[in-house]
């Protein structure tokens, strides 16, 4: 692995041999070659960009970090099964003898990377990052592995920089083809995080939860945002989405720092997911949230790897969020994208979503 020296570079990805370590089966979707074929692109980049771009490499998290989020019951099960070898706690969370280990350095990888974005001057010259780890995170929840996720790396990350830095509000934007109902559930009553998923419609893919109606409670009420997409969304579809929905509420909300659940299963080449994205329409979503990051929180952005399992389009997809930092150029002009077959669903999804959020939002 090639680690580089991270100090002039202007983005930072955050990764670790650990995580390629933990493997579910033979022929298992989540597998390491994701790493393997990510970061292979990413030396192709420090070909090109070295000294701009920089590899980090990620230590386990502190226990304390990770129970502030999960039971403790649950990490030590997590934590047993591994030494024995490995196991299974459920039909999509498979273990063998190096999950946990690499469940709590793909934990300390999100941390280091929002770490990095904080302590940096992110808006002027601009500064992004990366974690590049598995396994993912967003579908755990407090006490369940859950969705080929043992630790919630996200809500980790966030209840750390919460509790431990100056920030008070964090949002998160969770593009990945599938609801993060673990990152939902853990913030639902909380209105320091801004959870805000565009998922595969619930009626027809997995979790099953990330309806429109789901909208937080208590003091939470409104600060779950669920888009919940039909299958054969598109590009245009989904920037509209973004345009109408995602942008203005962040741009209300004001957080510290965007932390991006970058999952890129949305890919109409993805074996698993069932949206219909092409690199294009990611390459114009990552360009739109440094965008806002700029307006709205001074730059701060960090993404943390959950999903995506066609092997040919994610690296391309995880490259185009290092352009808008080093090119910001980019930015002002916009690709044009194609539309999938769900235009008139998906604004029609949008109108109900005005309605129910317009109470708390300036929609
Ligand atoms: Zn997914």
């Given at each position: 692995?090639?680690?580089?020296?991270?100090?002039?570079?202007?983005?930072?990805?955050?990764?670790?041999?650990?995580?390629?370590?933990?493997?579910?089966?033979?022929?298992?979707?989540?597998?390491?070659?994701?790493?393997?074929?990510?970061?292979?692109?990413?030396?192709?980049?420090?070909?090109?960009?070295?000294?701009?771009?920089a590899?980090?490499?990620?230590?386990?998290?502190?226990?304390?970090?990770?129970?502030?989020?999960?039971?403790?019951?649950?990490?030590?099960?997590?934590?047993?099964?591994?030494?024995?070898?490995?196991?299974?706690?459920?039909?999509?969370?498979?273990?063998?003898?190096?999950?946990?280990?690499?469940?709590?350095?793909?934990?300390g990888?999100?941390?280091?990377?929002?770490?990095?974005?904080?302590?940096?001057e992110?808006?002027?010259?601009?500064?992004?990052?990366?974690?590049?780890?598995?396994?993912?995170?967003?579908?755990?929840?407090?006490?369940?592995?859950?969705?080929?996720?043992?630790?919630?790396?996200?809500?980790?990350?966030?209840?750390?920089?919460?509790?431990?830095?100056?920030?008070?509000?964090?949002?998160?934007?969770?593009?990945?083809n599938?609801?993060?109902?673990?990152?939902?559930?853990?913030?639902?009553?909380?209105?320091?995080?801004?959870?805000?998923?565009?998922?595969?419609?619930?009626?027809?893919?997995?979790?099953?939860?990330?309806?429109?109606?789901?909208?937080?409670?208590?003091?939470?009420?409104?600060?779950?945002v669920?888009?919940?997409?039909?299958?054969?969304?598109?590009?245009?579809?989904?920037?509209?989405?973004?345009?109408?929905?995602?942008?203005?509420?962040?741009?209300?909300?004001?957080?510290?720092?965007?932390?991006?659940?970058?999952?890129?299963?949305?890919?109409?080449?993805?074996?698993?997911?069932?949206l219909?994205?092409?690199?294009?329409?990611?390459?114009?979503?990552?360009?739109?949230?440094?965008?806002?990051?700029?307006?709205?929180?001074?730059?701060?952005?960090?993404?943390?790897?959950?999903?995506g399992?066609?092997?040919?389009?994610?690296?391309?997809?995880?490259?185009?969020?290092?352009?808008?930092?080093?090119?910001p150029?980019?930015?002002?002009?916009?690709?044009?994208?194609?539309?999938?077959?769900?235009?008139?669903?998906?604004?029609?999804?949008?109108?109900?979503?005005?309605?129910?959020?317009?109470?708390?939002?300036?929609?």
């Amino acid at each position: 692995m090639v680690v580089s020296d991270v100090e002039g570079a202007k983005f930072v990805f955050v990764t670790s041999p650990v995580c390629e370590k933990h493997v579910m089966g033979f022929s298992h979707p989540e597998s390491p070659e994701r790493i393997r074929e990510i970061m292979e692109a990413v030396n192709k980049l420090l070909e090109t960009r070295n000294g701009e771009v920089a590899v980090l490499e990620c230590k386990e998290a502190d226990l304390v970090d990770v129970e502030r989020v999960h039971d403790s019951d649950h990490v030590e099960l997590v934590r047993r099964i591994s030494k024995q070898g490995g196991g299974s706690l459920g039909p999509d969370n498979d273990l063998n003898s190096f999950t946990y280990q690499a469940a709590l350095v793909a934990a300390g990888g999100a941390i280091s990377a929002a770490q990095l974005v904080l302590e940096r001057e992110c808006g002027k010259d601009g500064f992004g990052s990366f974690a590049i780890i598995r396994p993912p995170g967003h579908h755990a929840s407090r006490d369940m592995a859950r969705g080929f996720c043992f630790f919630n790396n996200m809500a980790i990350t966030a209840t750390k920089l919460l509790q431990e830095y100056l920030v008070g509000k964090v949002a998160i934007v969770d593009i990945d083809n599938h609801f993060g109902d673990g990152t939902s559930e853990i913030f639902y009553d909380s209105r320091n995080v801004l959870y805000v998923s565009l998922h595969a419609h619930p009626s027809f893919a997995y979790p099953g939860k990330g309806f429109l109606a789901e909208i937080g409670k208590d003091e939470g009420e409104g600060y779950n945002v669920n888009i919940p997409l039909f299958p054969g969304t598109g590009d245009q579809e989904y920037l509209e989405a973004f345009d109408r929905v995602v942008i203005p509420i962040l741009e209300a909300f004001k957080p510290d720092i965007i932390l991006v659940s970058a999952g890129f299963d949305g890919m109409y080449t993805d074996p698993i997911g069932s949206l219909a994205l092409t690199p294009t329409g990611y390459e114009e979503v990552a360009k739109k949230l440094y965008a806002t990051a700029r307006k709205v929180s001074s730059g701060k952005l960090s993404s943390i790897l959950e999903g995506g399992y066609d092997l040919d389009n994610m690296p391309k997809c995880v490259i185009s969020f290092v352009t808008p930092v080093l090119d910001p150029s980019v930015i002002e002009v916009e690709k044009p994208v194609k539309a999938g077959s769900r235009l008139e669903q998906t604004r029609k999804t949008i109108e109900n979503l005005k309605d129910i959020l317009s109470p708390f939002w300036p929609l």
